[in-house]
């Protein structure tokens, strides 16, 4: 069983920019759907995944503004936040999704392959108006 460890957050201003990093030591990244969710009211919503051929997909409220990228020899995924406002504030969490089905794997962020990641501890973000 591997473990997520996430860093990077902190407080910006508006405009600002952040990368979060997430040491995923134990997970053998061809075999998991890797992703970025961050914490509402109504609980945890995805924001970026990157499957093990590179595919992205971003939720539309972060499209053009975070980027999400793996280093596939260091066990690392990233999450570079651009333009940063007061609405993604919160906390933000990495996460592993074992694929299933190897060989197609749909790392969408609603597809049900996220029904039951694991999880890292999460780094808060802070954009101040």
């Known amino acids: 069983q591997g473990r997520l460890v996430e860093s990077g957050g902190g407080s910006v201003q508006a405009g600002g920019s952040l990368r979060l990093s997430c040491d995923a030591s134990?997970?053998?990244?061809?075999?998991?759907?890797l992703g970025w969710f961050r914490q509402t009211p109504k609980g945890r919503e995805g924001v970026a995944a990157i499957?093990?051929?590179?595919?992205?997909n971003y939720a539309d409220s972060v499209k053009g503004r975070f980027t999400i990228s793996k280093d596939d020899a260091r066990n690392n995924i990233y999450l570079q936040m651009n333009d940063l406002t007061p609405e993604d504030t919160t906390m933000y969490y990495c996460?592993?999704?074992?694929?299933?089905?190897?060989?197609?794997?749909?790392?969408?962020?609603?597809?049900?392959?996220?029904?039951?990641?694991?999880w890292g501890q999460g780094t808060q973000v802070t954009v101040a108006s």
């Open positions: 134990g997970y053998t990244f061809r075999d998991y759907c």
């Open positions: 499957d093990p051929d590179d595919n992205t």
């Open positions: 996460a592993a999704a074992y694929i299933r089905v190897p060989g197609s794997p749909n790392c969408r962020l609603h597809h049900p392959v996220w029904s039951g990641p694991d």
